[in-house]
């Protein structure tokens, strides 16, 4: 029954009966941290084999490099070719560095902001404001990093095929101080949208007033599927290369959330004008990466097949987990007009959308009864969803039986609020 059709006295009464769950909820002292997309303790011990002395040899990549010494500024070999065939790209448009690829991505957008994003073109600090569209609802911690370089950012809409292609055509056409963009092609973080080919080949072609455009494409979730396969996608880089804008892409992911988060390898993959620049941006910046550990990664897995066989074991974890966060919004919402939900195919999160004006209060009401959501507006640049409607649950750290009593918790707030809100709007 739709919440919206109801009486003023029907509302009271089902408030009366959430706000004694709510304090039943209260009375048992819960603590649960739903804040962040860690991967479970079950996930990363299915990576422990990795750990093992066989992975490592005698530390000699395949070309009799030593891996223990100095150098190899892009990576060793085979693990440039492994994520050359997860980019589907040539190794020779990989570069392999640390364990965090968004430690990449701010680094790389540091570059450009000082350096200018090729050999003579100008910084883009010398260059006025500079601005970056930001599709939403999107990864915080990428907005983070725009914000804390001073890079205005602009909201556009996602949809279910990708963000809201007419308005970014219409913005980069003729403002030059748009210079990228953000960009979770798969599985996006929050929503688990996967861009159509469509959407793709326009963001490949379209006109930018700015010639240094750059589009950060953050394919963090690429090989994340809860079943099957992984979701075909057009290749970015192939497609900017068809449209003659082959500078225009540059492709990041890391295994974080294939091996380990705090330990596993982050890449990048671009244009070869593009690696060629990069390569002379970190050459002043270091020696070369861990490249123990790349060969490590690179010994365990060997193929692409092997990683999508590891990656069907974290999905046999995860996906109870996200069937149970769904399960349980249909058993408790559905029908009622208070709560939408995303059904992702794969990465980390189920994106919300509570009505008008709500967000903020669950997830305060939730903190209240012990059970910690992501902030509300932390998934739209500055930290201000404009709605106050977005919340993100991440599913893949609690056991499904706590992660079961959290979204109970969850869904009591989303109903109290909600009726607290309809009852205000027809008192007024
Ligand atoms: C979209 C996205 N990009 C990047 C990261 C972090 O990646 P890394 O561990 O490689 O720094 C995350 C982590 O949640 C993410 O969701």
Same mark, same amino acid.
């Given at each position: ?17 959430e706000?004694n769950k709510y304090d039943e909820f209260k009375s048992m002292n819960l603590k649960y941290d739903m804040t ?5 303790? @079950? ?67 540091? $570059? ?10 100008? !910084? ?48 980069? +056409?003729?403002?030059? &101080?748009?210079?990228?963009?953000? &960009?979770?092609? +798969?599985? &996006? ?14 963001? #490949? ?14 394919? $963090? ?44 390898? #982050? ?22 990466? =861990? ?17 999508? $066989?590891?990656?069907? @074991?974290?999905?046999?974890?995860? +996906?109870?987990?996200?069937?149970c966060v769904?399960?349980l ?13 995303? =059904?992702? @195919?794969?990465?980390?999160?189920? &994106? ?10 669950v997830v305060a009401l939730a903190k209240n009864c012990g059970v910690l959501f ?6 739209? !640049? ?11 649950i991440?599913p893949?750290l609690p056991p499904v039986d706590d992660l079961e009593a959290a979204i109970r918790v969850f869904c009591v707030c989303v109903?109290i ?12």
């Open positions: 029954m739709k919440y919206g059709d109801l009486s003023h006295e029907e509302l009271k009464n089902i408030l009366m009966v706000k962040r997309g860690k991967p479970a303790s @079950k996930q990363l011990a299915l990576s422990d084999d990795m750990m093992s002395d066989k992975y490592i040899g005698d530390c000699k990549t395949s070309n009799g490099l030593d891996c223990r010494n100095y150098g190899i500024l892009d990576g060793i070999p085979e693990i440039k070719k492994l994520f050359g065939d997860i980019f589907n790209v040539p190794a020779e448009q990989v570069i392999a560095g640390g364990n965090s690829s968004l430690n990449i991505m701010y680094d790389l957008l540091s $570059a450009f902001m000082l350096l200018g994003t090729g050999q003579g073109a100008m !910084p883009w600090v010398r260059q006025g404001e500079i601005k970056f569209i930001c599709p939403v609802p999107g990864y915080d911690r990428h907005f983070a990093i725009t914000e804390r370089l001073g890079i205005k950012m602009i909201n556009v809409d996602i949809h279910e095929d990708g963000p809201d292609m007419d308005y970014i055509e219409s913005l980069v +056409k003729n403002d030059p &101080s748009i210079k990228g963009m953000w &960009s979770v092609p +798969k599985y &996006s973080n929050p929503t688990g949208v996967v861009y159509s080919d469509e959407v793709i080949e326009r963001l #490949a072609k379209m006109k930018c007033a700015a010639e240094d455009f750059r589009i950060f494409w953050d394919d $963090a979730y690429t090989v994340h599927m809860l079943e099957g396969e992984p979701a075909k996608q057009r290749s970015l880089i192939e497609a900017c290369n068809t449209y003659g804008n082959p500078d225009r892409a540059i492709v990041f992911a890391s295994t974080s959330k294939m091996t380990y988060p705090g330990a596993g390898i #982050a890449a990048l993959a671009s244009s070869v004008e593009n690696i060629k620049w990069f390569k002379q941006i970190y050459t002043i910046q270091t020696i070369g990466p =861990n490249k123990i550990n790349q060969l490590r990664h690179a010994n365990y897995f060997g193929t692409y097949d092997n990683v999508i $066989a590891h990656m069907r @074991k974290h999905a046999e974890i995860l +996906k109870p987990k996200f069937d769904i399960r919004f249909e058993e408790e919402l559905k029908d009622c007009g208070i709560l939408e939900w995303s =059904n992702p @195919k794969g990465g980390y999160f189920i &994106s919300v959308d509570t009505t008008y004006n709500c967000a903020s209060e992501t902030a509300a507006g932390s998934t739209f !640049p500055y930290g201000k969803d404009p709605e106050n409607k977005n919340i993100r991440a893949s109903k609020c909600s009726i607290e809100k309809l009852l205000e709007n027809n008192n007024n």
